[in-house]
Structures are given as structure tokens and as C-alpha cells.
């Protein structure tokens, strides 16, 4: 499911205009030129009245961010399946800006300077020993259609802990500020198209004892709203030849460098306290 999204979301057609802010979680969506916050709406499942979820997005003059949070408590009453109970959502933020242009003559490859700031949790108590739960975060950057994303899962089980793609250096569970920095992409002279992208998931699942009842009993998250973003301590892109340069001033940058475009502090104060008062009560399905 969670890959399925992220394609839906990376495929999104842009709106008009030189900078374009979209956010998503598979169902909502909000596409436009001026920053977007996504908070998914309050929904109750009459059928499956236990576990919550909640999710924000949010794409600003600062970066991309997204925040995804899933509680499944403990419930003696359910019944033994044979297969997983599970609950989980995913939050996904980008920014486009096809107005970047390149001043030199002739295609370069380059790499892009990022920051990475976010935390994750892991915080139920196990109901058997099946059961696990995951807080996992995607990052992409592309230039004119070519991707260098990555990936980074912790997990109850150590069999999903994963590390890749341009967050392969990523450990622990608190990033402040962390330098993150892109594969080859390639610049071509004048007018390219630059994406910034991020993904916030959290994952529950628990299978009841085959000897009684009962399953639940996680909760995890991934906070990842303020935020994925370009470096403000030095060149945006790395390897241009001397006297070339990139700017895009409608999104701050100028002569490789990135200055963010002030904002109202609104938008991220409400990115933070609503993911915490904004809940959505999920189907429960089976894996």
C-alpha cells in the first residue's frame, strides 16, 4: 500500500505557475501555488470502533514536511484470525518548481545539499510475539524527472529496519539539521524542473494468540513536519564549473544559494498542534 501511494502522489499533475506546493495521503489531495497544509479529516468506522490514526502535510517557502501517527491499543476481545489486525497512514508533501535555471552552456552533473529534521517512535507494549510496529520516512529530489530518493524504517522487528538511497547514512531516531545530500542528477542549460518530496508512515499490526483473544497493544509514529528542505549553510547544488550558477528567486534561490522566502509562522504552528488534536479512527484490515 505504502508504495502504491507514493507513486499516486509522485504522479500528481502540477498546477500552473513557476512554484507549486502539493500534499496528499492517498484520498486528499491539495495542488496550488501558494503553501499547503493537509490535515485529514476526523472518520469513524462504526464496524471497527478501536485504534486511531492521524496525518498532516504540509509544503511552505521552508520545505516539505509530513507527520504520520497510529494508536492500537490493546483488545482482549478480538478474535484469533490467523492473520494480522493492522492499522497505518502515511502523510506525503512536495514542492515543484520548474523555474530553476542554469546558466552554463553545456549539461552538468551535480549534487543537491539538503537538511533532514524529524523524530520517530516506537512506543507499545508487545501483545505476542508476532506483533511489531514501524515509523518509516521517504525522501526524494529529482531534476528534470530523474529521482535520488531514500529510505529509513525502524522497527519492533529487526527484520524491517532499513536504511537506503540518500538516507542510508540515517541512525537512531532523532535528526536535527542532519546533512543530506543527493545522487547524480543532471542540470541542462536553462530552464529545469526541480521536485522535492517527503513521505511520513506509521504501522501497526498484531495477530492474536492462537490459544485465546486479544491483539493490539502498539503505538508508533513518524514526525517529520518541520521538516526536509535545501541547505541554507552553503551551495545548493555541487560540481557546477566555475562561473555557472542556478537561481530560481521565486522559491529563494540565487546564485546556488537558498535563502527561505519569509513565511507567517501559522502554518507550521498549526503543521505541529494539529496532528496531535486531529484523530481519524481507521477500517481495520487484514494483511
Request: aromatic share 10%; hydrophobic share 45%.
Amino acid at each position: 500500500m505504502r508504495f502504491a501511494i507514493i507513486s499516486a502522489f509522485l504522479s500528481l499533475s502540477a498546477a500552473q505557475g513557476a512554484v507549486t506546493f502539493s500534499v496528499f495521503d492517498g484520498v486528499n489531495q491539495q495542488v496550488q501555488n501558494t503553501p499547503a497544509l493537509l490535515v485529514l479529516p476526523p472518520f469513524t468506522d462504526p464496524a471497527t470502533p478501536f485504534g486511531s490514526a492521524a496525518a498532516i502535510a504540509v509544503a511552505s517557502w521552508g520545505g516539505v514536511g509530513a507527520a504520520a501517527t497510529v494508536n492500537f491499543p490493546y483488545d482482549p476481545g478480538l478474535p484469533y484470525i490467523n492473520a494480522y489486525y493492522s492499522l497505518g497512514h502515511a502523510a506525503l508533501a512536495q514542492i515543484e518548481i520548474d523555474s530553476l535555471f542554469y546558466s552554463g552552456s553545456t549539461p552538468v552533473t551535480v549534487s543537491a545539499n539538503l537538511l533532514l529534521s524529524g523524530a520517530m517512535a516506537l512506543l507499545g507494549a508487545a501483545a505476542g510475539p508476532d506483533d511489531f510496529e514501524h515509523a518509516y520516512v521517504y525522501a526524494s529530489i529529482a531534476l528534470n524527472g530523474v529521482d535520488s530518493v531514500g529510505v529509513y524504517q525502524i522497527s519492533t522487528n529487526p527484520v524491517y529496519n532499513q536504511n537506503a538511497g540518500i538516507l542510508a547514512g540515517l541512525t537512531g531516531s532523532s535528526f536535527t539539521n542532519v546533512a543530506v545530500q543527493s545522487g547524480p542528477l543532471t542540470l541542462q542549460p536553462g530552464l529545469n524542473t526541480l521536485k522535492l518530496a517527503l513521505v511520513a508512515q506509521a504501522y501497526a499490526a498484531s495477530i492474536p494468540a492462537p490459544t485465546g483473544t486479544g491483539a493490539g497493544g502498539w503505538q508508533s509514529a513518524a514526525y517529520f513536519q518541520h521538516t526536509l528542505g535545501f541547505t541554507t549553510d552553503g551551495p545548493l547544488f555541487d560540481g557546477l564549473p566555475d562561473g555557472a550558477t542556478v537561481s530560481a528567486p521565486e522559491f529563494g534561490i540565487n546564485n546556488n544559494l537558498f535563502t527561505p522566502i519569509p513565511e507567517a509562522g501559522t502554518l507550521w504552528m498549526c503543521a505541529a498542534g494539529l496532528l496531535i488534536s486531529c484523530r481519524r479512527r481507521l477500517p481495520m484490515w487484514r494483511r
